[in-house]
Nanobody
């Protein structure tokens, strides 16, 4: 059973940067999609970034040009570099995995981390 563990969240002022990490343990095949989603209080879970190794990376409209997803296959770790942070980026950030190609729907992912909180103050 694969497990995911996020880290790197925290509090930052608007315009700042943070780097989130997601360490995968257990079996995460190279042909797995890894994704970042986020959820703010009272809001739906939102797609942040999706990455399928060697093929593509996709970003939610609200983070395009500011966030970058990367993956260290050897270390089985997913990263999310966040720059030019805004107060509306405040949310719990989750990494998720699914076998095969990426899906924009969070319900299609069957492995989730516990989340890491990001708070951006104005």
């Amino acid at each position: 059973q694969a497990q995911l563990a996020e880290s790197g969240g925290g509090s930052v002022q608007a315009g700042g940067s943070l780097r989130l990490s997601c360490a995968a343990s257990g079996y995460i095949a190279s042909k797995y999609c890894l994704a970042w989603f986020r959820q703010a209080p009272g809001k739906e879970r939102e797609e942040v970034a999706l990455t399928y190794p060697g093929r593509y990376s996709l970003y939610g409209d609200s983070v395009k040009g500011r966030f970058t997803v990367s993956r260290d296959v050897a270390e089985n770790t997913l990263f999310l570099q966040m720059a030019s942070l805004k107060p509306e980026d405040t949310a719990m950030y989750y990494c998720a995995a699914r076998g095969g190609h990426c899906s924009h729907s969070s319900s299609d992912y069957n492995t989730w981390g516990q989340g890491t909180q990001v708070t951006v103050s104005s």
